[in-house]
C-alpha cells in the first residue's frame, strides 16, 4: 500500500513532464495559428459588430453590418454569384485539365521532359505578370489571339472587355498555369502499381477499361484533395480578376486612383474584391469584417459537403 502511494505522485508527475514536452514541441505551431488565425477570426467577429472605419474608436451597432451586407449591399449579390460561377466552372475545368495533362505526359515516351517543363513555366509566373501578358494576348484591338482568329475566319469575341466573355478568360488564364496539379497528378498517376494495368490488359480491359478500373480508383483521393484545395483558392480570387479588369478598363493607374473593381460590367467582381473595397477604399471596416465572415462560412459550408460526401469520388462510410 505505501509503494502504491509513493507510486502515484511519480507517475503524475511523469505524466506533467509528457504533457509539457508535447507541449512544448506543439508550441510553434500553436502559437502559428493563435497568432495568424484565432487572433485575426476573433478580431474579425469583434469588428462586424462594430462601426469602426479605421480612425475612430470602434463603436457597437449590433447587426448593422450583417443587415447592410446581406439586404442592402448593391453588389454582393453579383460578387457572390461570380465567385460561386469561378468555383464550379474553374475548379471542374482546371482538376479535369490538370489529369488531362498528367495522363498525357505521363506516356509520352519521347520529349518527356521538355513538356514537363512547358506545362509547369507557366505556373511559375507571378500571378500579376502572368494576368498582364494574358490580357495582352487577349486585347481585342492589338492581341495577337484574335488577330490569328481572324486570319482564320473565326469570330474574336472582346475577351476581357465583354461581360459574357470575362470570367471564361479568367478560366483560361487558369487553365495556362495547370503546372501544379499537373505535378500533383504525374506523382499520383506513376503510384499506380503496374501490377494492376498489366492484370486488367490480360482480363482484355482497354484503354478506357484501365482508366476506369484501375487509375481511377487509385487517384481518386488525389482528385479529391484537388477539388477542396481548388474551391479553397477559387473562394479567395482576388488579384488575377482586379488586374484583368483595371488593364481591361483602360484606365491609367497612378497615387491617389481609386478604380471600383469588376470591370466590364461587375462580370469580374468577386467577394475579396469586395471585402477589400469596403475595408481599404471605403473605410468601413466593420461590413467589411461581415462580408469576410459570410465567405469564410460559405467555404467552410462547402468543403465540409466535399469532405462528407467526398465530392462523388470516394464511397461514402457506413
Not at 512544448?24 to 502559428?32: A, E, K, R, T
Not at 476573433?42 to 447587426?63: C, D, K, W
Not at 498582364?132 to 472582346?158: E, M, Q, R, Y
Not at 483558392?233 to 481591361?248: E, I
Request: include cysteine; aromatic fraction near 14%.
Amino acid at each position: 500500500m505505501a509503494a502504491m502511494t509513493t507510486t502515484a505522485p511519480a507517475l503524475r508527475r511523469k505524466r506533467t513532464r509528457e504533457r509539457l514536452r508535447i507541449a512544448g514541441f506543439l508550441s510553434p505551431w500553436l502559437i502559428g495559428f493563435s497568432v495568424f488565425f484565432g487572433y485575426p477570426l476573433i478580431a474579425t467577429v469583434y469588428f462586424s459588430f462594430m462601426h469602426y472605419n479605421q480612425i475612430e474608436r470602434p463603436a457597437f451597432v449590433g447587426l448593422r453590418n450583417w443587415t447592410y451586407v446581406l439586404t442592402q449591399m448593391p453588389l454582393f449579390g453579383p460578387a457572390l454569384w461570380n465567385t460561386l460561377w469561378l468555383v464550379v466552372v474553374m475548379v471542374a475545368l482546371r482538376v479535369a485539365f490538370g489529369l488531362g495533362i498528367g495522363l498525357l505526359v505521363t506516356r509520352v515516351k519521347a520529349g518527356a521532359g521538355f513538356f514537363r517543363t512547358a506545362f509547369y513555366l507557366p505556373y511559375l509566373a507571378p500571378p500579376v505578370a502572368a494576368t498582364v501578358a494574358f490580357v495582352f494576348l487577349l486585347n481585342p484591338a492589338t492581341g495577337p489571339v484574335n488577330d490569328i482568329l481572324g486570319a482564320a475566319g473565326i469570330p474574336a469575341p472582346s475577351w476581357f472587355n465583354d461581360p459574357h466573355w470575362a470570367k471564361p478568360s479568367l478560366v483560361l488564364l487558369s487553365l495556362w498555369g495547370i503546372g501544379d496539379l499537373m505535378v500533383i497528378f504525374m506523382a499520383a498517376l506513376l503510384d499506380v502499381p503496374k501490377e494492376q494495368y498489366e492484370a486488367a490488359e490480360l482480363d482484355g480491359a482497354g484503354a478506357w477499361g484501365k482508366f476506369r478500373y484501375v487509375t481511377w480508383p487509385s487517384i481518386t483521393p488525389i482528385v479529391l484533395f484537388a477539388v477542396v484545395t481548388g474551391v479553397v483558392q477559387t473562394m479567395q480570387y482576388y488579384t488575377q480578376a482586379l488586374v484583368a479588369g483595371k488593364l481591361a478598363s483602360g484606365v491609367s493607374i497612378g497615387p491617389g486612383t481609386v478604380i471600383q473593381p469588376g470591370y466590364p460590367d461587375h462580370s469580374t467582381l468577386t467577394v475579396p474584391q469586395l471585402v477589400y473595397s469596403l475595408g481599404f477604399q471605403n473605410f468601413n471596416t466593420g461590413a467589411a469584417c461581415a462580408l469576410s465572415l459570410v465567405l469564410f462560412a460559405l467555404a467552410m459550408a462547402v468543403t465540409t459537403l466535399l469532405m462528407r460526401r467526398r465530392a462523388g469520388l470516394l464511397p461514402a462510410e457506413d
